[in-house]
């Protein structure tokens, strides 16, 4: 235990405060705090470093400790269909490449025959977790996959549906994992084990956690108000909050997303969490900082707050921003009543799509701390500086980065999240992963 204790104070002092290495960034909070960022996108474009080819994902790049953590799908058989309904099989190679941030040239590889039967096949859905000197990898089949983050060594797996007798997402396992110090958390699903906590460094099951139909597709994230922290898990029929070192229930309440689709992370913004899904649910969850209850404080109407789905939205300034699932538009609500004040489908479907509507238009929103300028990486590949406020949406410059090379809902998409790291951005699509410099000359 001291030893592990060691290590760990080592790795604090060694991180790096522009390190991107999980899902949203450091602190899952889709905030860039990295200073010397530039503050302008001319038509120019700001400088491609390098571009470097990779095959299917959904699953955005990691950026730890000069490196860069992307995995992707080698398709060798099956058909690219994409029907919400329907599952079809893919045969080939899952894969982990640790590449150079610097140079883009590969470190390491880590990959395995996997069969995929999913529906929107298109690779694993999960960012690799970065922690504890091991990158923790999770594939759309549900194949949990630790490995040592400088050899690609292989250190400890489990199989969600072998090992804990977990039913197959329709749409893959896209839960991104979470580790806090020594314990790593995983929405897994299984009889009594939707959420489960395992020592990060062995594997071994702490605990098993809660009962539902289905796991659902959001990712644990741990909050603190008050004196208590608190592990939040999101099935499709409830958020529930967690003990996270014993896995006891501390609140239930219900808020059921139709088809399933608990996927955005709730939003903590003050003692208040917000949530919302596909189907029109969504809700403001005020919790009392004395002790660990809960109680609603707003739920979303037809023509109030946002329901967001493939992006989680970001909250600052009493304002909630985020893509609107039905409308595709990116919308801007209050955090007092769930008022909207404006909405948008500028930065979130191509303009040649928008006049067609269609649903599921997909931005991912990240804000600079420094200038407070939003970086917006949208699915026409296009990577947007803009300002937001109550008052409206003002794009300061667009840049086409990546040509969208999958589908969904008769349009061409790239669905997969952003990292910023190194004064950088780092986005991917399905044939290639791309470095564009973001510093201020």
């Not at 039913?167 to 699903?189: E, K, M, N, R, S």
């Not at 741990?222 to 501390?250: C, M």
């Not at 303009?351 to 067609?356: L, T, V």
């Not at 990577?383 to 409206?392: F, H, P, Y």
Request: hydrophobic residues 40%; proline residues 6%.
């Amino acid at each position: 235990m001291k030893a592990f204790i060691v290590f760990c104070v080592i790795g604090i002092l060694n991180s790096s405060a522009d390190d991107w290495p999980r899902w949203m960034g450091e602190k899952a909070d889709g905030v860039w705090r990295e200073k010397g960022i530039r503050t302008d996108l001319p038509e120019s474009g700001a400088p491609v470093v390098w571009r470097v080819p990779v095959g299917w994902g959904y699953s955005g790049p990691a950026v730890a400790d000069g490196r860069v953590y992307v995995s992707d799908y080698q398709r060798s058989e099956g058909e690219l269909l994409n029907n919400p309904g329907r599952a079809v099989t893919w045969q080939g190679i899952e894969r982990l490449l640790c590449l150079d941030a610097v140079t883009g040239e590969e470190i390491w590889k880590f990959e395995e025959n996997r069969t995929y039967r999913l529906s929107y096949p298109g690779g694993p859905r999960a960012t690799p977790t970065i922690a504890n000197g091991l990158v923790y990898f999770l594939g759309g089949m549900g194949d949990l996959v630790v490995l040592d983050a400088k050899t690609g060594a292989k250190k400890w797996e489990k199989n969600f549906q072998r090992d804990f007798g977990a039913g197959l997402p329709i749409w893959g396992f896209a839960a991104h994992p979470l580790v806090v110090g020594d314990t790593l958390y995983c929405i897994v699903g299984g009889k009594g084990s939707v959420a489960v906590a395992f020592d990060a460094m062995t594997g071994r099951v702490k605990w098993k956690a809660l009962d539902a139909r289905s796991q659902g597709y959001c990712p644990p994230s741990l909050v603190k108000v008050g004196k208590a922290e608190q592990l939040l898990i999101w099935h499709p029929e409830a958020i529930n909050s967690l003990n996270p070192k014993t896995g006891e229930k501390y609140w239930e309440l219900p808020l059921k997303p139709i088809y399933g689709m608990s996927v955005m992370t709730p939003r903590l913004v003050g003692n208040k969490i917000f949530a919302s899904g596909i189907g029109r649910v969504g809700a403001m969850i005020e919790l009392d900082e004395n002790e660990p209850t809960a109680k609603f404080l707003w739920r979303g109407k037809p023509k109030t707050a946002l329901y967001c789905c493939n992006s989680t939205p970001l909250i600052h300034n009493g304002v909630i921003y985020g893509c609107d699932v039905r409308s595709s538009q990116l919308v801007a609500a209050s955090v007092e009543n769930g008022e909207r004040f404006w909405s948008t489908m500028q930065p979130t479907v191509a303009e040649e799509h928008r006049s067609k509507g269609g649903s599921h238009g997909t931005a991912h929103l990240t804000r600079h701390e420094e200038s407070g300028n939003y970086w917006i990486f949208n699915e026409n590949g296009d990577l947007i500086l803009a300002q937001l406020s109550r008052k409206g949406y003002r794009e300061i410059g667009r840049q086409h980065v990546l040509e969208p090379t999958n589908e969904a809902y008769s349009r061409p998409v790239v669905w997969s999240g952003p990292a910023f790291a190194g004064k950088a951005a780092y986005l991917r699509n399905d044939k290639e992963l791309v470095k564009v410099d973001l510093s201020a000359k």
